[in-house]
């Protein structure tokens, strides 16, 4: 049985705790906020990027570029975007299964971003061949980097197909561990920037007006390409920030208020023993009483 | 037919600039180009440097870097990795950014092919940034 003493000890110690994951959830709120801004703004150009993109490989005509080559190879490379700190909830946990459940086989690359992924991959006995971190407002540069890896691995013939692992971000407390192809390019489809989980239209236009090129369409394309390849990544890297962060928050209201319904049993506790201890020493005063009394 | 072109300027973090406009003259990978209303459709890829706005008489000025422009009749949408109003230049800090560029690609070593040429387009982005700037005055 634990004293008074104990219970008012466990009490200061756990409203400590509330007060480290309230401000941690306030944290997360902010990046949140910002992470989720940062989705959206990538909106418009994902938009222009996939239309330009659409026009010119309708006009490009029979144009052959090596991102696009399909080869039948069976050799995969898998980017992996997790967070480099714990304490985010199940996001990290979630997105492992399903990598490790269906997607990793024994010559499997992994380009890992983010700490916490790179960390899996060598317990887990992983083929890791890189490993990234990326800040919290990814840069264009980060992205740049990492794609060229992917890049690099796939031209050299190393591996026939690049996926991508992360969290979508469908809404605050929902988000999807998803598996996207990545390399070879063989249909261009929008890149999602659903901020609510809404799909771009993948529908490219048709090529009804005639285009010019400068220099040539196979010129613009080859340029287009890659380019296209490092925005796709830094949106997912931008999703998986909001995925992150709106986890964490939920993570850490759900910290706060366990911490406080604790505190509140704790209380109770608290103060039914010290209710006791009155009634007690009043018991015995008041027996002592009569034993002299009389 | 309206005569003025939509001109949309978008890179990854934003859209920059979208108005309408009477012309813009935007550093073409082929040479230097000057849009009017009615253009034929024309996908061209654009280098770092100035880019130039004719709007109700006056002149703006912005910098871009280097990207992918899409003009159809009256639309011209510019994607890049990078654009600034040169209102919104800070001299010093595009200064400083070129110098640090140029001396990292002086001092060489142990660089990349690709990491010479994001340097290339640092300062070229950065000059554009102060001829930009300049031009302003």
Known sequence: MPSTRDIRRRITSVKKTAQITNAMEKVA?????????????GRPYAELMNRMLGEVVTH??????????TRGGERRALILVTTDKGMCGAVNTNLLRLVS??????????????????????????????????????????ARVITK????????????????????????ILQKPEVQTLLPITEIKGVSAGVEGEEMSAELPGGTTEFLFEPSASGVLGELLPHYLNFQV??????????????????????????????KDLTLTFNKMRQAAITNELLEITTAQMALGN | MADTLKLEIVTPESVIYSEDVDMVTLPGSEGDSGIYPNHVPLMT??????????????????????????????????????????????????EEAKAKAEQRLEEGGDMTEDEAKALNQAILFSAAQLKAKRSRR
């Open chain 1, 29 to 41: 709120q902010a990046k949140m906020a910002r992470a989720q801004q940062a989705a959206i703004g």
């Open chain 1, 60 to 69: 490009a005509g029979d144009f052959e570029h090596s991102l696009m080559e």
């Open chain 1, 101 to 142: 459940d269906e997607f990793i086989k024994d010559d499997t690359r992994v380009i890992s971003a983010g700490r916490k992924g790179a960390q899996h991959a060598t317990r887990a006995g992983w083929d890791l061949a890189a490993e990234f971190s990326y800040a919290d407002r990814p840069t264009f540069t980060e």
């Open chain 1, 149 to 172: 890896v992917a890049v690099d691995l796939f031209e050299s013939g190393e591996v026939d197909h690049v996926d991508i692992a992360f969290s979508n971000f469908v809404n605050t």
């Open chain 1, 234 to 263: 830094h949106q997912i890297l931008l999703e998986a920030k909001a995925s992150e962060f709106s986890s964490k928050m939920v993570a850490m209201k759900n910290a706060t208020d366990n911490a406080n319904n604790l505190i």
């Open chain 2, 45 to 94: 890829k654009v280098k770092a440097g100035e880019l130039v706005v004719k709007k109700d008489g006056a002149e703006e000025f912005l910098a871009v870097a280097e990207g992918f422009a899409e003009i159809t009749g009256n639309h011209v949408a510019i994607l890049t990795d990078n654009a600034i109003d040169s209102a919104d230049v800070d001299e010093a800090a595009a």
